[in-house]
T-cell receptor, first 114, second 113 residues
């Protein structure tokens, strides 16, 4: 079974702090994704990556950056956290770059910015 | 541009009754369609997908969905609901001309014992 793990289930940070959210997948998947989930808005794509050291902006990249130094690890970085970044963050991975493949999700990190 | 609509925020159904969770989509090319489920405090789990072929797709936990091209719909169905089916359901679409999945806003299904 594909396993996607996220470094924290719950995280509380203060405004202005730099925040790192880590995601690791164990199935040698090419593609990795970061979403945020908010009530009434569904999932919105922040960034994705099709390969090591490669990144593409999603629908809402502002205020975020990412890093993919190794194939299995995809990090989301909030350079200076703000209260409007309080949300559930979900990481996902998939194998097929053609887009027909299933995305497998981690359990999520619920981030609260005070 | 691609988009997906889940017109119902909440669906309530009695245990043992059939359930339907609605999804309509808009894409410029051929769609790839997915359903995911999210149980409380957990990530999303894949249920089923339509890529091509038979319009009726069967998935996990007894769920199925029917692709209807003329109505641009991909409704999720189950003949007999279980209390354990209570969860948040997301429809997602990918236009073959774009890189990303686009998710709906979710429908909360409650199965009443």
């Amino acid at each position: 079974d594909v396993k996607v793990t996220q470094s924290s289930r719950y995280l509380v940070k203060r405004t202005g702090e730099k925040v790192f959210l880590e995601c690791v997948q164990d199935m040698d998947h090419e593609n990795m994704f970061w979403y945020r989930q908010d009530p009434g808005l569904g999932l919105r794509l922040i960034y994705f990556s099709y390969d090591v050291k490669m990144k593409e902006k999603g629908d809402i990249p502002e205020g975020y950056s990412v890093s993919r130094e190794k194939k299995e690890r995809f990090s989301l970085i909030l350079e200076s956290a703000s209260t409007n970044q309080t949300s559930m963050y979900l990481c996902a991975s998939s194998l097929d770059p053609g887009g027909t493949d299933t995305q497998y999700f981690g359990p999520g990190t619920r981030l609260t910015v005070l | 541009a691609q988009s997906v609509a889940q017109p119902e925020d909440q669906v309530n159904v009695a245990e043992g009754n059939p359930l339907t969770v609605k999804c309509t989509y808009s894409v410029s090319g051929n769609p790839y369609l997915f359903w995911y489920v999210q149980y409380p405090n957990r990530g999303l789990q894949f249920l089923l997908k339509y890529i091509t072929g038979d319009n009726l797709v069967k998935g996990s936990y007894g769920f199925e969905a029917e692709f209807n091209k003329s109505q641009t719909s991909f409704h999720l169905k189950k003949p007999s609901a279980l209390v354990s089916d209570s969860a948040l359901y997301f429809c997602a679409v990918r236009d073959m001309n774009y890189d990303n999945l686009f998710f709906g806003t979710g429908t909360r299904l409650t199965v009443i014992p």
